[in-house]
């Protein structure tokens, strides 16, 4: 039997083919060589079909759904064909540090009885769709979390961990349940607020930053954008609510001075109007 922990790593794609390249390269190049990349194209309509025919690694899998089913169906239709017994999830405007893998596999052999590890990330805001027709390049930073994690902080969403830098045994998941597909924001929180019900000491924090994450608002269609936002927020804590430690969280509904959903409409919208 081998000793050798793999993965399935999980990456769903809808009409990105121009960055997606990125995110397969940056798994081929990982460090660790136990792993198989399942890319589930959600039905997109540009040349990611063939952008995907171009990569010859025989340790990727690609599925093409002719519905879209949004970041949540998608990951869990890859979980359907997942073989490996640690699951990683990528999304295709992001990027792995090439050392990810092999420490997610020696964080979890140090510490066996953890369902989940996860990592830091360099997050990137940039703001499109300004009166002048500029990218702008509004927050640029390595994450640093300076308290210590724990499920409270969590719960109080004061503690972000993000898709792309968690990875879980997959035999939580008759437990825990797979993604809510009915989500299409937020979707990550609520399953980790499933996990940590389930397995309140299952998490393990790995002390470093691994992953490149770029998140990119078009301010056009900022409305759009924000009331999925508003509408994911609602429907976790209407899920949620009776949790003990939700108790005490002041995310929903939004309080004054509190980073909520509110308050980073209104800061977007007044760099909206800064930058023309």
Request: proline share 3%.
């Amino acid at each position: 039997m081998s000793k050798n922990i793999k993965f399935s790593i999980i990456l769903p794609t809808y009409n990105r083919c121009y960055i997606l390249w990125q995110a397969i390269l940056s798994v081929i190049k990982q460090t660790y060589p136990f792993w198989e990349l399942i890319i589930i194209d959600d039905a997109s309509t540009d040349q990611t079909d063939k952008l995907i025919q171009q990569f010859t690694d025989p340790r990727i899998k690609c599925f093409k759904l002719k519905k879209n089913k949004g970041p949540a169906g998608a990951r869990n239709f890859g979980l359907n064909k997942a073989d490996n017994d640690y699951i990683a999830y990528l999304d295709s405007d992001n990027k792995w540090h090439e050392e990810f893998l092999e420490i997610a596999a020696k964080t979890f052999k140090k510490f066996p009885d953890k369902k989940v590890c996860f990592c830091k990330k360099n997050y990137r805001l940039i703001l499109q769709g300004t009166k002048k027709g500029k990218q702008v390049f509004l927050r640029d930073e390595f994450t640093n979390h300076r308290k210590h994690f724990d499920l409270k902080r969590l719960w109080q969403r004061k503690f972000i961990i993000d898709t792309n830098t968690f990875v879980h045994k997959k035999n939580i998941l008759a437990k825990v349940g797979k993604w809510d597909a009915s989500l299409d924001f937020w979707e990550d929180f609520e399953f980790l607020l499933r996990i940590s019900q389930k397995y309140p000491d299952g998490f393990v924090s790995i002390n470093r930053t691994l992953v490149d994450y770029e998140q990119i608002i078009d301010l056009k269609n900022k409305d759009k954008v924000f009331k999925k936002w508003q509408k994911a927020e609602k429907l976790i804590y209407q899920k949620h609510k009776n949790h003990p430690l939700m108790q005490e969280q002041n995310w929903y509904p939004p309080k004054v001075g509190y980073k909520s959903t509110e308050n980073v409409i209104k800061y977007l919208t007044d760099k909206k109007n800064n930058y023309g």
